[in-house]
């Protein structure tokens, strides 16, 4: 079965560090791009951050460069989101996708929530 | 980066047909033909319905069709069913190399 399973989520506090994991199955991870989205409480979808398959290109949406790393382990099928000096604005659940098709998450994972809070 | 627009809400009966519109700019919609869109039912993952403007993952019911003027993208639902009763959010690649959202569209089956 092809899936994608992330986790890491938890409370930070303001100004802290969390790293969020995904785990690929099913298919070959090596293969794709890959993205980090998230949906704050009550919000819509933001896209934050895409990989290419060998690490060459990354992007970010401007409210998160300097902050979050996106990066990759190809040998085990896991793509990762280094978030640094988070702020409640940054407080919502976070998905990790496949872009199977062009420029598109065909293969959505559950979801892991971050909560910055003192 | 600013959100693509769409209507924050959109109904019809069964049985009827429904557009969603989705409005960018010539940086994203309107250049390039990589818009999306996703079903989402609340505390659920998204869903991906529509790639490339028009194309239609494998499993997804040709009820569902996509295509795009200019800047404005539109997500067509006929025969509407019960069980679309969900938000829907387009996307869009941009001249950034980045990916934005829609607002997201809540549909309501009558």
């Known amino acids: 079965e092809v899936q994608v399973v992330e986790s890491g989520g938890g409370l930070v506090q303001p100004g802290g560090s969390l790293r969020l994991s995904c785990a690929a199955s099913?298919?070959?991870?090596?293969?794709?791009?890959m993205r980090w989205v998230r949906q704050a409480p009550g919000k819509g979808l933001e896209w934050v951050a895409n990989?290419?398959?060998?690490?060459?290109?990354?992007y970010y949406v401007d409210s998160v460069k300097g902050r979050f790393t996106i990066s990759r382990d190809n040998a085990k099928n896991s793509l990762f989101l280094q978030m640094n000096s988070v702020r409640a604005e940054d407080t919502a659940v976070y998905f990790c996708?496949?872009?199977?098709?062009?420029?598109?998450?065909?293969?959505w994972g559950q979801g892991t929530t971050v909560t910055v809070s003192s | 980066q600013s959100a693509l627009t769409q209507p924050a809400s959109v109904s019809g009966s069964p049985g009827q047909s429904i557009t969603i519109s989705c409005t960018g700019t010539?940086?994203?919609?309107?250049?390039?033909?990589?818009v999306s869109w996703y079903q989402q039912y609340p505390g659920k993952a998204p869903k991906l319905m529509i790639y490339?403007?028009?194309s239609r993952p494998s499993g997804v019911s040709n009820r569902f069709s996509g295509s795009k003027s200019g800047n404005t993208a539109s997500l067509t639902i006929s025969g509407l069913q019960a069980e679309d009763e969900a938000d829907y959010y387009c996307?869009?690649?941009?001249?950034?190399?980045?990916?934005?959202f829609g607002g997201g569209t809540k549909l309501t089956v009558l």
């Open positions: 996307s869009s690649y941009t001249t950034s190399s980045t990916h934005v």
């Open positions: 490339e403007v028009s």
């Open positions: 990989i290419n398959p060998n690490e060459s290109e990354k």
């Open positions: 996708a496949r872009d199977g098709v062009p420029a598109a998450g065909d293969v």
């Open positions: 099913g298919f070959t991870f090596s293969r794709h791009w």
């Open positions: 010539s940086s994203d919609v309107g250049g390039y033909n990589y």
